[in-house]
């Protein structure tokens, strides 16, 4: 088992979706007359590619998207699958992608930035970047490059056809229904997936708050669904918001961790360019009224140690990933990136100057919303969950709140994340065990062999900053797993 899941992430993706390149994407023999006529929207063409000067010939691309495929001048967002007419085709490993057209956002960077902030909180987040577009020579604009959500399934969960539900317009994942508006299958065999969701919503919604660490923990990630909840509520996503629009991914992890995950998902919307006429970076609390009585989320008004893990990756996020200095250098790194190209991209939806407001700091009416320019929510975000922070009182811890989960050889790991050494502590004895340490594209990078006892110290030494998997086994069984989160 452990040489199945390190074997086969045979993907890296370091290249296509490198921040240091602005890359450049080129189609070619596409008939732009019919291909982005609604009835075409999800018909693939057979085309030639060109990323980064590599060219691949016969791949497949289509538009895609609900509400973003109207965007104006037919700068539809796209899906392109190299491997669809020809066996085998990958560019620098990935078989898909997307391009994304940041549909009504004037600075074309939420996207981007969310799924980065998610990565670093350590969930399991899709990795982006920008590209410059051309059809046939034409200019077609800046998208966002996007990894597609199934290379994310075989990346980190060494599962292509990992068995995957989507919220629509209601949201909790604490109510099973079949029907749309509900849920619906986004990936695997509904006839097994079905049964996971019915399982996962049934103990969700039934389970007393006294069982509740005990019980659910088994069967849902609610680490981290209470981090991916407090993004939502720090960048003010209503587009994904917990029972309020939907569009919620939930995983069933069968190999790593054998239960329901959050996977993160549409962020064109983030830092607060939703719902503005009724809330701004300065009003919207830290624990929201409006999901504050939504299921699971609810839960942190009578269970204490839910209620810190919410509370303490808002810490995280005011203080390490979203506060002013951090985050208005990348807003600035990545504008200086695409402003040339963006200048020059007609087929964009805001102008320049909307483009420049969008980046910076002041409000504009922007397509009938009051939108803040990315510097400015950054700032007054801060201010407004500081204050409520110091209001609740709530006092952030050093390392954060990791719930220990109740495996059969449950596996505590703190300060997690961790810059310099971390401790591992098993419930049961161990003998002659081995602590092995899996990056996400499943590459062996530190293996302890050996391990007797319940304690051991784990030295970062070499490991970059990132995300990894943690795997303890014994007489050749994974006995426990946990993700690892090493930051600088």
Request: proline share 4%; net charge neutral.
């Amino acid at each position: 088992m452990l040489l199945a899941a390190t074997s086969s992430f045979a993907q890296t993706g370091n290249i296509l979706f490198s921040d240091a390149t602005f890359h450049e994407i080129r189609f070619e023999n596409i008939d732009t007359s019919t291909f982005f006529t609604y009835a075409n929207k999800g018909v693939y063409a057979q085309a030639k590619i060109t990323i980064d000067g590599i060219v691949m010939d016969s791949i497949g691309v289509t538009t895609k998207g609900n509400i973003s495929w109207g965007h104006i001048n037919n700068k539809k967002p796209l899906k392109i699958n190299l491997n669809k007419y020809v066996s085998g085709k990958k560019y620098d490993g990935i078989k898909k992608f997307y391009l994304h057209n940041s549909y009504q956002d004037p600075s074309l960077m939420r996207e981007k930035l969310t799924y980065d902030i998610c990565k670093q909180m350590g969930l399991h987040s899709l990795r982006a970047a920008f590209a410059k577009v051309y059809i046939n020579n034409v200019y077609w604009g800046v998208y966002t490059l996007l990894e597609a959500k199934d290379e994310l399934y075989k990346r980190g969960f060494n599962n292509k056809d990992a068995e995957v539900f989507e919220t629509l317009d209601f949201g909790s994942p604490c109510v099973y229904n079949q029907s749309i508006p509900y849920w619906t299958v986004d990936n695997g065999n509904p006839t097994s997936t079905w049964p996971q969701l019915l399982k996962m919503t049934t103990i969700l919604g039934t389970t007393p708050s006294i069982q509740y660490l005990d019980t659910v923990t088994k069967y849902f990630n609610l680490n981290d669904f209470l981090k991916y909840q407090a993004i939502n509520v720090y960048l003010l996503n209503f587009d994904s918001y917990l029972q309020f629009n939907g569009n919620q991914l939930y995983l069933f992890d069968s190999i790593f961790e054998k239960r329901m995950q959050i996977i993160p998902w549409d962020f064109n919307a983030s830092f607060g360019l939703w719902n503005t006429n009724n809330y701004d970076p300065n009003t919207l609390d830290i624990i929201p009224s409006l999901i504050s009585n939504k299921c699971p989320f609810d839960k942190i008004n009578t269970i204490p140690q839910l209620k810190n893990i919410y509370l303490d990756a808002m810490c995280s996020l005011k203080n390490t990933y979203c506060d002013t200095t951090t985050l208005n250098n990348k807003i600035t790194n990545f504008y200086n990136q695409i402003k040339t190209a963006t200048y020059t991209d007609t087929k964009k939806e805001p102008t320049n100057t909307q483009f420049d407001n969008g980046a910076g700091y002041g409000y504009q009416n922007y397509l009938g919303e009051n939108s803040p320019g990315l510097k400015t929510f950054v700032r007054e975000r801060w201010v407004k969950i500081n204050a409520d922070l110091q209001n609740l009182p709530y006092t952030c811890s050093t390392t954060g709140i990791n719930l220990v989960e109740q495996n059969s050889n449950s596996l505590l790991v703190y300060p997690n994340p961790f810059s310099f050494s971390i401790t591992l502590h098993t419930d049961n004895l161990l003998s002659n065990a081995t602590l092995t340490v899996i990056n996400s594209f499943g590459q062996t990078v530190k293996e302890l062999k050996n391990i007797s006892g319940q304690t051991v110290t784990l030295f970062r030494e070499n490991l970059p900053s990132g995300l990894y998997f943690i795997l303890l086994t014994e007489d050749n069984k994974i006995i426990s797993t946990e993700k690892l989160l090493v930051a600088d």
